[in-house]
């Protein structure tokens, strides 16, 4: 009797290795517990869902239509209100797909070009040397975060995108707020939520009224143009996604830095060399991406069960996209866990999933590596015995975004 082999069975979500994102030892060396938990298996489940720990798998899966991002539907199942939804519906490209999506990335494509983001250079400079400027003297323990890199992006995309140096520090409170939308759970920041976009939006709109009469030499000024010349898109879809800019791009930038900075200054002699070599910080800043993204994860939701790589997915459930073990894969990466900036020719390409990929790749990705490298460049070339004074305080390691809240340092400054 001939006997016919049966394909395994996929397995579901309750026969998974279990990843606890909220025991001591992944508060401790959340590295070390994926490293572990990876060796047991590409796919495992936590309390947020399936957890999908290889590069190969998250690069494969963030494009993959069977599963949907956090969109307007699924903010109004957790309770979201009026702002938040409407905030869901036009200004979050990454949740829209087809014709609508197509129409205003286009639209914003004509303000992120690179010619555009090399233009503001200068101006990152120029910025990032008042904040050194303005720094104590000598010798003083400083807060980075509060000091830099709180303010540095914030004024950078303010600046870019035409808001007035006078109305930023109100900008920036109400844009602040938009951390709680990478909260777990997002539910009890909804009242502050709702309050800093209502803020947000009727400032926008009240901005693309002025530009329209009166127009400058800033991205909502070319955001108008686009709009009426190629593809129409109303002025709450511009102020919305104006206010998501803001969101993708602030916090992002202000963890990346000082995780940046904490990674090089525990390299002997990389700071001197970044001084001496403009090349060095291009190459940081990329490696910093890698070994330190402040994109922890990225949240999808199964759109229809379907299998893969062994795994049930079973429709409206979570999937955790897990860039924090992508990132040291030791399938993609030599040395995964090294800070090794000079080693470019070991990555067959630059970590960008933290950025996404395929139509819906971040516009901003540009803008964010271009103010890396600037701030990175400032600071090196201004300050010199730089050190971090104590262990920084850390968001938590199985937050969205992930870096230093405070890092004190000192520093002297080069003659």
């Not at 690069?59 to 209100?81: C, F, I, M, P, S």
């Not at 795994?311 to 399938?331: C, T």
Request: hydrophobic share 45%; net charge negative; charged share 25%.
């Amino acid at each position: 009797m001939t006997h016919v082999q049966q394909p395994p069975r996929s397995m579901t979500e309750a026969e998974l290795p279990r990843l606890d994102v909220d025991s001591a030892a992944f508060r401790t060396d959340p590295h070390a517990v994926l490293r572990s938990i990876r060796e047991q298996a590409r796919i495992v489940a936590s309390r947020r869902g399936f957890e999908v720990l290889d590069h190969a798998d998250v690069q494969a899966l963030l494009t993959d239509d069977r599963l949907q991002t956090q969109n307007a539907e699924v903010y109004r199942r957790y309770g979201a209100q009026p702002m938040l939804v409407a905030f869901a519906e036009d200004g979050l490209l990454a949740a829209m797909h087809g014709a609508k999506h197509d129409r205003i990335r286009r639209v914003f494509l004509a303000a992120f070009r690179a010619r555009n983001v090399e233009a503001s250079r200068p101006v990152m400079r120029a910025i990032a040397q008042q904040l050194v400027d303005a720094l104590p003297a000598d010798g003083t323990v400083v807060d980075f975060v509060a000091a830099f890199s709180l303010q540095f992006p914030m004024q950078v995309l303010c600046r870019f995108i035409g808001i007035p140096v006078a109305d930023i520090p109100a900008f920036s409170a109400a844009a602040t707020k938009l951390h709680l939308l990478a909260q777990t759970p997002i539910e009890p920041g909804f009242p502050e939520i709702e309050a800093a976009l209502q803020t947000l939006r009727d400032y926008c709109l009240e901005l693309v009224a002025q530009r329209r009469t009166q127009p400058a030499d800033d991205a909502i000024s070319a955001l108008i143009q686009a709009q009426d010349v190629s593809a129409r898109i109303t002025d709450d879809e511009l102020a919305w996604n104006v206010a998501n800019l803001i969101f993708a791009g602030q916090d992002t930038t202000r963890y990346q830095l000082a995780s940046a900075l904490r990674f090089v200054l525990d390299q002997p002699g990389l700071w001197e060399r970044m001084h001496a070599d403009p090349e060095q910080v291009v190459q940081v800043a990329e490696e910093t991406l890698r070994v330190a993204p402040v994109v922890n994860f990225v949240v999808r939701i199964v759109g229809e069960d379907f299998e893969y790589g062994g795994v049930q997915f079973v429709r409206g459930r979570r999937v955790i996209l897990n860039v924090q073990a992508a990132s040291r894969d030791p399938e993609r990466f030599a040395e995964p866990d090294s800070f090794c900036p000079r080693a470019t020719g070991r990555h067959a390409q630059s970590f960008d999933v933290p950025f996404g990929l395929g139509d819906h790749y971040c516009l901003g990705a540009g803008l964010a590596r271009a103010e890396l490298q600037e701030a990175l460049s400032v600071l090196s070339h201004s300050l010199t015995d730089m050190r971090v004074v104590d262990e920084p305080v850390m968001t938590a390691p199985a937050a969205m975004l992930h870096g230093p809240e405070q890092m004190a340092i000192t520093y002297r400054r080069r003659a």
